[in-house]
C-alpha cells in the first residue's frame, strides 16, 4: 500500500514537472517566432521612416517616376524597380529549366558513383559568395557577352516580337547579362531544393510506372513532378527570392543607368544596387530616397513570397479536391 501510494506521487510529481517543461518549451518557441517577426516588423519600418520625406512628400510621383537626379532632388523609383523585376524574370527563365535537368539528372538517369560529386558541386556553388559572382560576371562574362551582342542583334534583334528585347551597343553591361549571372546564382538553390525532393518520392510509383512502359521522362513529368509540385515550387520561389534582393553580382554588370528601356543588352540598375553604390555619399533627401527604395524591396519581396503561398494553397486545394 504504501510503494502504490509513493509511486501514484512520484507520477504526479513527474506529470506536474513534464507540463512545466512543456509550458516553457512552448514560451521558448513562442520568443524564437516572435522575434523573427519583429525583427523583420523592425527592418521594414526603419526603412519606411527612413524613407518617409520621399514616400510621402512624393507620393505616387517616387513610385511612377523614373528620373533619378540627386542635384536637382528628383528620384523616381520606376527604373530601379523595373531592373530587378527584369533581371529576376530573367534568371528564373534560364535557371528553373536547368535546375530541373540537374535534379532530374541526379535522381533517374546518373550512375551512383556519379551522384554524390555533382552533388558536391551544387551545394559548393550554393556556397560561394555573391561577390565573386560579381567579380567573375565583370572580369569573364562581361568581355563575352560584348562580343556576341552583335551576333544576338544580327539574328533574334530582327525577329518580329522579341525583336526589340536584343537591340543595342555591344557593352556587355546589362539587363541580360545580369540576368545570366543571377541563374547562376540561383540554380545551385533550386537544383538543391528539386533534387532532395524527387529524391522523397516512393519508388514503388516510379517502378509501377516503368513496369507499364513510361519512358523516364514520362515518369519524371507524370509522377515525380505532381508529387512534388508544391515543393518544387517553394524552391523556385526560394531562388526568386535570392534574385530580387542579390546586391553584389548584379552591382557589377547591371551598369548603373535609371534608364526604362526595351532591351535587354541596355545597361540598368536595380534597388539593391542603387543602394549599393549611392548610399555611403548620400545625404538628405538622397538618403531618405534610398531607404524608400530599401522598403520597396521588403513590399515587393513579400509581394512574390505571397503569391507563393496563395498558388501553393490553390495548388493542395486542388489536389485535396481532386
Known amino acids: 500500500m504504501n510503494s502504490t ?17 512543456d509550458a516553457w518549451f512552448r514560451r521558448l518557441l513562442l520568443a524564437a517566432a516572435l522575434l523573427v517577426v519583429l525583427a523583420l516588423l523592425g527592418a521594414a519600418l526603419a526603412t519606411l521612416w527612413g524613407g518617409r520625406e520621399v514616400l510621402f512628400g512624393q507620393g505616387l510621383d517616387f513610385l511612377a517616376s523614373s528620373r533619378w537626379d540627386p542635384v536637382a532632388g528628383e528620384f523616381g523609383a520606376l527604373a530601379p524597380v523595373y531592373g530587378t523585376l527584369v533581371t529576376s524574370a530573367v534568371a528564373l527563365v534560364l535557371a528553373v529549366p536547368m535546375a530541373f535537368g540537374v535534379a532530374l539528372f541526379l535522381t533517374e538517369v546518373a550512375p551512383p558513383w556519379l551522384r554524390g560529386p555533382v552533388a558536391t558541386a551544387i551545394e559548393l556553388l550554393a556556397s ?14 562581361v568581355p563575352f557577352m560584348a562580343r556576341i551582342e552583335p551576333a ?78 508544391p ?59 534610398l531607404l524608400a527604395l530599401g522598403f ?12 507563393a503561398r496563395l498558388l501553393l494553397r490553390r495548388l493542395a486545394r486542388r489536389e485535396g479536391t481532386g
Open 152 to 229: 544576338l542583334s544580327a539574328t533574334l534583334g530582327r525577329l518580329p516580337l522579341v525583336g526589340a528585347l536584343f537591340q543595342g551597343p555591344p557593352l556587355g553591361l546589362g539587363l541580360l547579362t545580369a540576368g545570366i549571372v543571377l541563374a547562376v546564382m540561383i540554380l545551385p538553390f533550386i537544383a538543391a531544393v528539386m533534387r532532395e525532393v524527387f529524391s522523397s518520392v516512393p519508388r514503388e510509383l516510379k517502378e509501377s510506372a516503368r513496369a507499364l512502359g513510361a519512358t523516364t521522362w514520362e515518369v519524371a513529368w507524370h509522377i515525380v513532378l505532381p508529387y512534388t509540385r
Open 296 to 307: 520597396l524591396l521588403f513590399v515587393v519581396t513579400f509581394l512574390v513570397l505571397l503569391a
Open 5 to 21: 501510494l509513493i509511486l501514484s506521487i512520484a507520477a504526479e510529481a513527474r506529470e506536474r514537472r513534464d507540463a512545466r517543461h
Open 231 to 289: 515543393a518544387v515550387i517553394g524552391g523556385i520561389f526560394l531562388g526568386l527570392g535570392r534574385a530580387l534582393g542579390e546586391t553584389m553580382a548584379v552591382t557589377f554588370v547591371l551598369g548603373n543607368a535609371f534608364d526604362i528601356t526595351a532591351s535587354l543588352l541596355m545597361p540598368g540598375t536595380s534597388i539593391s544596387s542603387a543602394i549599393a553604390n549611392e548610399f555611403n555619399e548620400a545625404v538628405g533627401l538622397h538618403r531618405s530616397a
Open 128 to 141: 560561394i559568395p555573391s561577390i565573386i559572382y560579381g567579380m567573375w560576371g565583370l572580369t569573364v562574362f
